[in-house]
Antibody, heavy 121, light 108 residues
Framework: QVTLRESGPALVKPTQTLTLTCTFS??????????VSWIRQPPGKALEWLAL???????YYNTSLKTRLTISRDTSKKQVVLTMTNMDPVDTATYYC?????????????WGQGTLVTVSS | DIVLTQSPGTLSLSPGERATLSCRAS???????LAWYQQKPGQAPRLLIY???SRATGIPDRFSGSGSGTDFTLTISRLEPEDFAVYYC?????????FGQGTKLEIK
């Protein structure tokens, strides 16, 4: 059974750096074709894909946020970490990690429950 | 970026009725790399359809997807009470991968 769980601070101040951790089980990120993404959703708004790391440790970013994002993985701990610098109130959102499906790394068939991050002073 | 526009914004129907949700892309989505997700309040999205028309594992056959190019449709043949939710389309052909703004399917 595949599970993913996000963890990190619920509240960050403007200009701070956010660090989120996705801890997963039920699959190996070393296996060919496996990928994990971060996706966010501001309250009441649509989803936005942020970043992806794959089985080969290749990393891909949403170009609009690329300068602020870093994604990394620790396969031994079964974790994927996302850092986002220079946080702003508009970054307030629920942040999800999700596993790519067999159809494509960018088709998300397993999701964590999400973690709400509020940016406020 | 490929912009996905979903219509209608809200759809009010009764259980047992047929629902038709639209997703229009600002440019052609190659290989029909279009997915649909269902999201209920307080929950993560759930994959329904990928490749425009392939149902994900465990998805009932009352859900079907169709379309190509710039116009895609999600159809729910006979609405069950648990189908009332928000539905998002997503393209994974172009970079960055993008989602539509969602269609809320509500009970009439």
């Amino acid at each position: 059974q595949v599970t993913l769980r996000e963890s990190g601070p619920a509240l960050v101040k403007p200009t701070q750096t956010l660090t989120l951790t996705c801890t997963f089980s039920g699959f190996s990120l070393r296996r060919s074709g496996m990928c994990v993404s971060w996706i966010r959703q501001p309250p009441g708004k649509a989803l936005e894909w942020l970043a992806l790391v794959d089985w080969d440790d290749d990393k891909y970013y949403n170009t609009s946020l690329k300068t602020r994002l870093t994604i990394s993985r620790d396969t031994s701990k079964k974790q994927v970490v996302l850092t986002m610098t220079n946080m702003d109130p508009v970054d307030t959102a629920t942040y999800y990690c999700a596993r790519g499906s067999g159809a494509s790394c960018y088709v998300f068939d397993d999701w964590g429950q999400g973690t709400l991050v509020t940016v406020s002073s | 970026d490929i912009v996905l526009t979903q219509s209608p914004g809200t759809l009010s129907l009764s259980p047992g009725e047929r629902a038709t949700l639209s997703c229009r892309a600002s440019q052609s989505v190659s290989n029909s790399y279009l997915a649909w997700y269902q999201q209920k309040p307080g929950q993560a999205p759930r994959l329904l359809i990928y490749g425009a028309s392939s149902r994900a594992t465990g998805i009932p056959d009352r859900f079907s997807g169709s379309g190509s190019g710039t116009d895609f449709t999600l159809t729910i043949s006979r609405l069950e009470p648990e189908d009332f939710a928000v539905y998002y389309c997503q393209q994974y052909a172009g970079s960055p991968r993008t989602f539509g703004q969602g269609t809320k399917l509500e009970i009439k």
